[in-house]
Every structure is written in C-alpha cells, then in structure tokens.
C-alpha cells in the first residue's frame, strides 16, 4: 500500500522541530510577509535557513506558503520573496491566486509549485489547467468528497499530486474564502490577518424589531452557529489512501509545538499500523483517537468528505483531557531540566509524551536548579525546573498532565 505523505503545519521553528521528531514527512510554514498567517511566528531569513537544514538533514521537505492574495504593487515583492526562498533550498511553494502562480512560473521556473485550497479546486479541468501551467500539486478544495476526489484522480495525469486535509479547523467560508473579518475588524483574512470572527457568539434580530436581541441557545456556553467543527479524518485514513490522495495535511500553523507533536505523532502511527495492516490499523483506532483529545480541539467530524458535514456548524469553544505542562530540554543521571508551561504539583500523574507514545509517571519531586530547593508546585510559564523521572526522556519531549477544568 503506498502511504501517502504526512504533512504538518510549522508556525516556527518551535513547532518544526515538532513536526520532524514525531514523524511528519513535510512540513509548511512561512516567512514574515506573503503567507496567510500573519500572526504566526513564522521564519526570518535566518531561522528558515536552520529549519530547511534541519529538513533536508533529516530527509523531509519544507513547503513555503506564499498563499496571499497580492496586489499590484505587492507582486514584484512577492516574487522576490519566492526567488530568495528558492535559492535558500525550500521544496516548494504553495500559491493560491493564479496571477501569482502565472509570474512565479515565468520569474522563477525552477521552484515547484503547489496550488493552495484557496484556488478552489473543484474540478479535474480546473486541476488539469494548473498541472499544464506547471504546478506539481494541487490541495483541492475542501468541499469535494472523497467519490468526487477518486473520480478526478483517474482523470489527471499520474504526475499532478492530490493534497488534502485530514485534520484541524476549518473555515466557515467557502474553501477558506470568508470576507467576515474584513467586514467586522478591518483585518482580511485572505491578507493572512482572520481574526475569527466566526467563533465569536451571535444573536438574531428581527428587521421589524430593531435593538430586540434574540440570543441562540444552545447550552450555557452560548452558542456558536458560523463555527465549523474542526476535521478529523483518523478513522478514515483507508479510504484517503484509495481515493489516490498523495499528501495528507494537518491545519495549525498557530498551534503550539505540543499541539503539533501530539496529532503528528497520532496520525504517524496510524498510516505506519495501516502500512502494516489494515486490522492492525483498525485496533490502535480506540487508543489513537484518546489521544488526539488529549490535545485542544472543538467538536470534530469529517468535513464534506462524506457529503455535507453533519452537524454544519455550531462547534462550541476548545476542549482537552489533558493539558500541556511543560517541555523537555534535557535529561542527565535520571533527572530531567523542563521549560514550564502550566501549573503541575508533586504527587500528579503527568504523561511523558514521546515520538513512541505516551508514558504516564507521578512526580515525586520538583526542584528549582539555581538553589537547589524542592517546592510542591511551580507555576510561572518560562520557568525552568528539575524533576526525577523513572525512565529516559530527550530533549523535545513533552509532559502533558490533567487538564482540571475537563475534570470539573
């Protein structure tokens, strides 16, 4: 069975380094200007340069997203940008807006070309017009079912590659299309600056009634009716395979490393089990699918892969079981130095989450490394701390332990 490549979102160099240690084939990610993440932390010339080496030493790929909507007088830059990404090394760019498309292939002919699911794709002549113009690959548009998907796949040049999504949040919008952030906050999604409005909460008003607010009800958190569910495709990777998908992305180029690490690390062991077999797929699903809730997500279902998602919309606020608590930096004589990010005590139960998994352990100790001091709790992000551990670690690991508001 070929395994289709597992692709993974890489805000900076943070998440990258993420993403390469739990197993991801690619990743994509950005400079400072033309992607449509503005508020990512993205890569300056020089952290890209380390992130492609870190790449290519490990035998993966980085995809720069050049996915903008340029105007006239961004197009020069835009290109400029493209031929300097280049000639530092990346694999490809990912392009949405067909002038852009048409000037790198005339300015700089030698970088593949992926054609973003902000292009629409919808159809196998639209997907057969850009492989003639060029274009290595084509992430379709997220409203094509998986029937859809495998009928345009026998009509394309083998050639021409299939991208689409298998996890993360979606937009409400039209294949990512949505003019709401524009219209509400000045800050245009297609200029990489969404401010979500969509998760925000909404009431009804009657045009008869005028300053008469009908609040939506739908349970005490309130309710949020333009939020689409986040995708998940886990339980459905067979038919990705068949349908002649040949990349496999993750959403969240602003999620943190952990997020990263952790639905990375899922989504390896379950192509890696499916390679093996099916049936040895279709066991781990349980176990498999616990974890990804370990991680923040909404309400998830499968998208339009299967026809119209059901339910449409209405995905209320984030949930986890676990929390992210702290990064490995380094482990010496049974002792491991983390860099904190939430609150833990001793006596807790954390989870050791590594490329092969997860390993739950009790603290039995937290000690601050400039004095030397055992405390029963720590709780300043940043801060730095040494505990005991009953097994090895590595540097860029991840302790995860109870999330107590999911408790409650």
Same mark, same amino acid.
């Given at each position: 069975?070929?395994?289709?490549?597992?692709?993974?979102?890489?805000?900076?160099?943070?998440? &990258?380094?993420?993403?390469?240690?739990?197993?991801?084939?690619?990743?994509?990610?950005?400079?400072?200007?033309?992607?449509?993440?503005?508020?990512?932390?993205?890569?300056?010339?020089?952290?890209?340069?380390?992130?492609?080496?870190?790449?290519?030493?490990?035998? $993966? $790929?980085?995809?720069?997203? &050049?996915?903008?909507? #340029?105007?006239?007088?961004?197009?020069?830059?835009?290109?400029?940008?493209? $031929?300097?990404?280049?000639?530092?090394?990346?694999?490809?760019?990912?392009?949405?807006?067909?002038?852009?498309?048409?000037?790198?292939?005339?300015?700089? #002919?030698?970088?593949?070309?992926?054609?973003?699911?902000?292009?629409?794709?919808?159809?196998?002549?639209?997907?057969?017009?850009?492989?003639?113009?060029?274009?290595?690959?084509?992430?379709?548009?997220?409203?094509?079912?998986?029937?859809?998907?495998?009928?345009?796949?026998?009509?394309?040049?083998?050639?021409?590659?299939?991208?689409?999504?298998?996890?993360?949040?979606?937009?409400?919008?039209?294949?990512?299309?949505?003019?709401?952030?524009?219209?509400?906050?000045?800050?245009?999604?297609?200029?990489?600056?969404?401010?979500? #409005?969509?998760?925000?909460?909404?009431?009804?008003?009657?045009?008869?009634?005028?300053?008469?607010?009908?609040?939506?009800?739908?349970?005490?958190?309130?309710?949020?009716?333009?939020?689409?569910?986040?995708?998940?495709? &886990?339980?459905?990777?067979?038919?990705?395979?068949?349908?002649?998908?040949?990349?496999?992305?993750?959403?969240?180029?602003?999620?943190?490393?952990?997020?990263?690490?952790?639905?990375?690390?899922?989504?390896?062991?379950?192509?890696?089990?499916?390679?093996?077999?099916?049936?040895?797929?279709?066991?781990?699903?349980?176990?498999?699918?616990?974890?990804?809730?370990?991680?923040?997500?909404?309400?998830?279902?499968?998208?339009?892969?299967?026809?119209?998602?059901?339910?449409?919309?209405?995905?209320?606020?984030?949930?986890?079981?676990?929390?992210?608590?702290?990064?490995?930096?380094?482990?010496?004589?049974?002792?491991?130095?983390?860099?904190?990010?939430?609150?833990?005590?001793?006596?807790?139960?954390?989870?050791?989450?590594?490329?092969?998994?997860?390993?739950?352990?009790?603290?039995?100790?937290?000690?601050? #490394?400039?004095?030397?001091?055992?405390?029963?709790?720590?709780?300043?992000?940043?801060?730095?701390?040494?505990?005991?551990?009953?097994?090895?670690?590595?540097?860029?690991?991840? &302790?995860?332990?109870?999330?107590?508001?999911?408790? $409650?």
């Amino acid at each position: 069975m070929h395994i289709p490549e597992l692709l993974a979102p890489a805000g900076g160099m943070p998440q &990258l380094k993420a993403a390469l240690r739990f197993g991801a084939d690619a990743v994509y990610g950005a400079l400072q200007s033309y992607g449509l993440r503005a508020f990512a932390g993205n890569f300056t010339e020089e952290t890209l340069k380390e992130a492609l080496m870190l790449c290519h030493e490990n035998g $993966k $790929k980085f995809y720069i997203t &050049l996915n903008i909507l #340029p105007y006239d007088d961004e197009m020069q830059g835009f290109v400029d940008t493209a $031929k300097k990404a280049w000639q530092m090394g990346v694999d490809a760019a990912i392009v949405s807006d067909i002038g852009a498309f048409l000037a790198l292939r005339r300015e700089v #002919p030698q970088l593949p070309v992926h054609i973003s699911t902000q292009a629409n794709t919808l159809n196998s002549e639209t997907a057969l017009f850009f492989a003639q113009m060029g274009a290595e690959r084509v992430v379709l548009a997220r409203e094509l079912s998986l029937r859809q998907i495998a009928q345009m796949r026998q009509k394309l040049p083998e050639a021409l590659e299939i991208e689409t999504f298998v996890h993360g949040a979606m937009c409400m919008s039209y294949s990512g299309r949505c003019m709401l952030s524009d219209h509400l906050t000045a800050r245009g999604g297609n200029r990489g600056a969404c401010a979500q #409005p969509c998760r925000w909460e909404y009431a009804l008003v009657e045009k008869k009634r005028p300053g008469e607010y009908i609040p939506i009800e739908e349970d005490g958190r309130g309710t949020y009716l333009l939020s689409a569910y986040d995708l998940c495709m &886990l339980h459905h990777l067979p038919e990705m395979v068949s349908a002649g998908i040949a990349s496999l992305k993750i959403e969240g180029r602003m999620k943190t490393e952990y997020y990263v690490a952790n639905t990375v690390m899922v989504y390896r062991k379950a192509l890696d089990l499916l390679q093996i077999s099916e049936e040895a797929y279709r066991a781990a699903l349980p176990q498999l699918e616990q974890e990804l809730l370990k991680a923040s997500h909404r309400a998830m279902n499968t998208g339009f892969f299967f026809g119209a998602p059901q339910p449409a919309a209405g995905a209320n606020g984030f949930s986890q079981t676990m929390e992210y608590v702290a990064r490995v930096e380094e482990f010496r004589d049974g002792y491991a130095t983390l860099h904190l990010k939430n609150r833990f005590y001793v006596g807790d139960t954390l989870e050791l989450l590594c490329p092969g998994g997860s390993r739950p352990f009790r603290v039995e100790q937290i000690i601050l #490394p400039e004095s030397g001091e055992s405390v029963e709790t720590v709780s300043v992000a940043g801060q730095r701390v040494k505990i005991p551990l009953p097994f090895p670690a590595e540097e860029g690991d991840f &302790l995860r332990g109870p999330n107590r508001n999911h408790q $409650k």
